[in-house]
């Protein structure tokens, strides 16, 4: 039995090993802005995926999402649907059309069985940031709401469809905003928001909004002050869903 066990732990040690294989590493080199993410898995194995892809005609496509659950089945659809929009984004500048196909392509899992279809579904976050306006066209499927920091003021980019996989024709819609310079841009996944600290108490969207408003430094530093104040707040070092930040940075001027 203990040596099942410990077979048990190196294929899941190997798993998460192979996972993190499948994340970019390292953000794109932009003139235009500065792209940094900070990510930790619940488990080793997670359900958040995310990447950059620079299409062809010069623009920036950025997608974060989660997949239902977390841990190892969460992994294993998370895998599918992260080759899934790696390819297509590659080949379609529009976010509309990907989350339909993206959508799509979960529903035809999902139908294969009525125990574990709820298990083929994701909230995703898909924008297409043009540099020279700086306007962004996005589809938010369910995702928590992404923020822009603009002097003092927060901005939020609220949903525009369900998320992915759980109907078949969901009414996607597409949203628009055009970024400043000096603006900074925040995604994230609900394992930050619904992070807990020991009374049971969220560290909740509020807190992060004034994590966003107070903190300055650069993006990797601020992404290190957000999962610091994760730790102050009380949540555990090993957080108890998949924690996911990504913050864009508009320069002031093209360097």
Known sequence: MMKHHCECGLDIDLATHVQQLLFPKGSPLCSW?????????????????????????????????????????????????????????????????????????????????????????????????????????????????????????????????????FFDDPDITLGTFRFEKEDRFLLYTDGITEAMDGDGIFFGRSRLEEVLLHKNGDHLHFLDQLFAALRSFGAPDSPADDCTAIVLDFHPFPL
């Open 33 to 165: 802005c500065c792209i940094g993410v900070k990510n930790r898995m619940a488990s080793g194995l997670g359900g958040d995926y995310f990447d950059f892809i620079t299409t062809a005609d010069g623009c920036q496509a950025i997608f974060l999402g989660d997949v239902t659950g977390h841990g190892l089945h969460a992994s294993v659809v998370m895998s599918l649907l992260y080759g899934y929009i790696h390819h297509s984004a590659r080949e379609l500048c529009s976010p509309l059309e990907l989350v339909r196909q993206v959508n799509d392509f979960l529903q035809t899992f999902a139908t294969r069985s009525q125990v574990f279809d709820h298990y083929f579904s994701s909230t995703l976050f898909c924008g297409v940031i043009h540099p020279e306006t700086l306007e962004m066209s996005y589809v938010n499927a369910g995702h928590p709401a992404p923020l822009v920091r603009r002097g003092e003021v927060i901005h939020s980019l609220a949903t525009t469809a369900p998320p992915v996989g």
